[in-house]
C-alpha cells in the first residue's frame, strides 16, 4: 500500500492542472478508491482532496508572483472565476493573491509527500480476521461530524439523550458478534474529513432475520471478512491510537483492504468513569 500511494502521489503531481480521478488512479495501480483515500487520510493527516487542493495552491503560488493574468491563472488550476480561486489560494496561504503579487509573500507552501514504512518490530498488533455472514446494526442513529482526536461531544450527547432503560433495552437484543453495546460508524465520507457527518448508531447486531421494533434504526451489513484490533488504555485515545496503527502498520503489511461499510466498536471492559476501556475495532475488508 506504501508504493501505490507513493504513485499516487506522482501521478498527482503530473496533473496538477488537470481533473484527477483519484478512484479511476487506485483502480489503474490494483485497489480501490475508497481504501487508498482511507489510508492517505489516516496516514498523511489530511483527506487526499486537501492535499491536491493545497499542492495546486503551492504551484500556483509561483505564477501568481508574476504577470500572468488572474483569471488566467484560475482557469489553470481548475476554477471557473477569479473569486473562487483567491478564496482556494487564501485558505492554504492565509493571504490574498493580490498581496503575494505586490509582496511576494508570506506564503505557506505544501510540500510534496513521501510516504514511508517503518518497521519497529517492538509489538504485534492485537488482531484477527473473521468471515461473517450478513447481519444487521438496530439501535439509534444520528448525523454528527467527525472528530478525529478526543471524545465527540456530538456523539456523547446522543447516547445521553437514551434513558437507562433504553440502553438495558438495546443490550437484551444483542444477538450476534460483535456482541453488546455497540458504536457503529456507517456513511463515513471516503476521505475521512475531519468535520465531515456521518451516521453515528448506538445500538446492537443482531441476525441478518431478526425482527425489528419499528422505533429502531437499521443498518444491515452484507456478509464478508472483517478485521478485528484489540486496544486497552486510556479512552478513547487508545482506541484512535490503533486506528491510526491498523493504516500505518497493519494494513501495508498484510494483503486486505478496506471495503465499504461500516467500523464498529465494542467495549469489553472499561474502569467505572470510562477513562480507561478494552475495546475491540472491527473493519470490514477483502483480498487487496
Known sequence: MIEILNRLVD?????????????????????TGYHARRMF????????????RRRRMTVAASDVI??????????RFGYGSVEAFGRAFRSVHSVSHGDVRRDGGPLR?????RFRLTVEGSSAMDARIIERPAFRLIGHAARVPLIHRGANPHIQRHIASLPP??????????????RGLLQVSADVDSDYAEGSELTYLHGVAVEADAAVAADLDVIDVPAGAWVVFRSSGPYPRALQETYAASAAEWFPSNPWRLREGPSIVAILDRAEDFRTATSELWFPIERA
Not at 20 to 26: G, Q, Y
Not at 166 to 173: I, N, T, V, W
Open 165 to 178: 432503560a433504553e440502553h438495558e433495552r438495546l443490550k437484551a437484543l444483542s444477538g450476534a458478534d460483535p
Open 66 to 75: 508574476g504577470d500572468e493574468d488572474l483569471l488566467t491563472i484560475a482557469v
Open 11 to 31: 501521478e498527482i503531481e503530473d496533473r496538477l492542472v488537470e481533473e484527477i480521478d483519484i478512484d479511476a488512479l487506485a483502480i489503474s495501480m490494483g485497489t
Open 109 to 113: 507552501p505544501q510540500p510534496t509527500l
Open 41 to 52: 487520510s489516516a496516514l498523511a493527516g489530511m483527506p487526499i482532496s486537501e492535499y491536491v
